[in-house]
């Protein structure tokens, strides 16, 4: 099988920061990590590939920092990275970030799966995996959460509406996986260490790709972000519960009561 998973790196929850004259995201490489819904469909992958053999290339569109998530993707069992980095990719939204991705994955070849992650945490669109599948006129699965290989045809199954949907699609195949799929791994120390000595990327620039640059970055996009906001967490409070163990349990059933959360 030959497997392509799109990872995006994105800013860490705890420490987005907004231009707020540019209406963009403000990304390091101390504030930027792999897109957590990422790590499921390199976990599925990987799985793939241990069972029916084939490759892995994971592929990434974003600055050149974005190689470290290429380079976690490796330490977890991929094979190798495609980076796809060029200033004049700056700003894409989801259409023209789709294309890109579509380019660059026809350099590679054929493939039988493109995996994508439901989202981001970042910008939470959830657009990029079905706009790759209509840029590159692919079937599509959305929150694919098993894949068997039977013959030629793969097995999937995905829930929805508390029904499990048991179907069948010839590939190559765009799938989203869904957080329910499998438990991500974890790398060891020397498999961190052979993929960042090993380095088995490869940099792609939009020459290239041979892409139309009429139909990336903001030139491409058809969506702007105009206006950014933040909007005030809910206020939270905590509250030590004074007393001994008897005590403490009588005050607290009485607070959950008062807030009428038990009988
Ligand atoms: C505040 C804000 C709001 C935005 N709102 C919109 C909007 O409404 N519409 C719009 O078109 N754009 C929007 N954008 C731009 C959007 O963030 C980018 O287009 C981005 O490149 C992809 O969108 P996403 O993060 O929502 O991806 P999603 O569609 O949520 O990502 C799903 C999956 O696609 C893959 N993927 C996504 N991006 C990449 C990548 N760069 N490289 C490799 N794989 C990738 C990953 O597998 C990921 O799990 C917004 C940006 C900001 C900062």
Known sequence: MKIIV??????????????LKTNTMVRAADNSYINPNDLFAIQIAVQLKERYGGTVTAVTMGPPIS????????ALGVD???????RRFA????LATSYVLGMGIRKLGDFDLILCGTESTDSNTGQVGPQLAEEM??????RVEKIEKQ?????????SDGLREVMEVAPPVMLTISREAAFPGLP?????QDAYVDKKLDCFT???LEADEQKVGLNGSGIWVTGLTQVPNKQKRCEFVKGGFRQQVQTLMEKLREKNLID
């Open 6 to 19: 799109c990872v995006k790196q994105v800013l860490a929850a705890n420490q987005i920061k907004f231009d």
């Open 67 to 74: 190689e470290e998530v290429l380079l976690e993707a490796m």
């Open 80 to 86: 190798r990275g495609m980076l796809i980095s060029d």
């Open 91 to 94: 700003g894409a939204d989801t």
């Open 137 to 142: 006129d692919l079937p599509q699965v959305t």
């Open 151 to 159: 013959g030629g045809m793969l097995r999937l199954e995905r829930v």
């Open 188 to 192: 060891s120390l020397l498999d961190i």
């Open 206 to 208: 939009l020459d290239d």
